[in-house]
């Protein structure tokens, strides 16, 4: 069992950045990846990044490549995702995942987090 504790969330304007953590308890296993998707209110769930365990091999959502930066620290179990240039359509609730799956855009995840509110303002 994986429990996944997100913070960093917070009001920031137009340009600004911020960092998301994803703090996980239990055992991660190198096979796992971890990523980090958002919903806003009235619009599907989004994938934005996700990351291998093992490899730190690195996946991107297309409105965020360039912005966005997902980091592993396996020492402390948990996931970053640092969100530079933010834009006001970047405002949403973001949710860490992590499972065992071959597609990270697609793939079923197993545990997700209580989510944390990015508010970007114009």
């Known amino acids: 069992q994986v429990q996944l504790v997100e913070s960093g969330g917070g009001l920031v304007q137009a340009g600004g950045s911020l960092r998301l953590s994803c703090a996980a308890s239990?055992?991660?296993?190198?096979?796992?990846?971890m990523g980090w998707f958002r919903q806003a209110p009235g619009k599907e769930r989004e994938f934005v990044a996700a990351?291998?365990?093992?490899?730190?091999?690195?996946y991107y959502g297309d409105s965020v490549k360039g912005r966005f930066t997902i980091t592993n620290d396996k020492a402390k179990n948990t996931v970053y995702l640092q969100m530079n240039s933010l834009k006001p359509e970047d405002t949403a609730v973001y949710y860490c995942?992590?499972?065992?799956?071959?597609?990270?855009?697609?793939?079923?995840?197993?545990?997700w987090g209580q989510g944390t509110q990015v508010t970007v303002s114009s």
């Open positions: 239990g055992r991660l296993f190198n096979t796992y990846t």
């Open positions: 995942t992590a499972g065992f799956l071959s597609n990270p855009y697609t793939g079923r995840y197993d545990y």
């Open positions: 990351i291998r365990w093992s490899g730190s091999t690195t």
